[in-house]
């Protein structure tokens, strides 16, 4: 029985077209923001809505669309897990960046 889980599942839209990289080895990674949205009541009653913007990483592989077709604006969903990640600045500085790591992306149909 697994006793840990690091998952994620998103659907939303693609905040700014993507940087694609194609790597020595034949392989292709993509980076982009993608925003979702969530709706509450606030103690006064009001509807607000909030958008959250996560960093997303994906590899290319047979669980993933053709990266041509994300671009900004475009919805999709995907389902992947959270990484942490430390490393020093130029200048000498501790950065921590939290991103997703997309294991699989639907870029479902425009109707």
């Known amino acids: 029985m697994e006793k840990s889980l690091n998952k994620v599942e998103l659907k939303g839209n693609v905040g700014q077209d993507p940087k694609i990289v194609n790597i020595e080895n ?10 979702t949205h969530e709706t509450y009541r606030t103690k ?3 509807w607000k809505e909030e958008t959250i ?11 993933m669309p053709d990266f041509s077709k994300i671009r900004k604006g475009t919805f999709i969903e995907l389902v992947g897990k959270i990484r942490y990640i430390k490393f020093r600045s130029s200048s000498g500085e501790e950065k921590n960046i939290t991103e997703i790591l997309a294991l699989k992306i639907i870029v479902p149909l425009a109707e």
């Open 53 to 63: 913007w996560h960093n997303i990483v994906a590899w290319s592989s047979k669980n």
């Open 26 to 35: 034949g392989g292709t990674v993509i980076r982009f923001s993608l925003a």
């Open 44 to 46: 006064d009653g009001e």
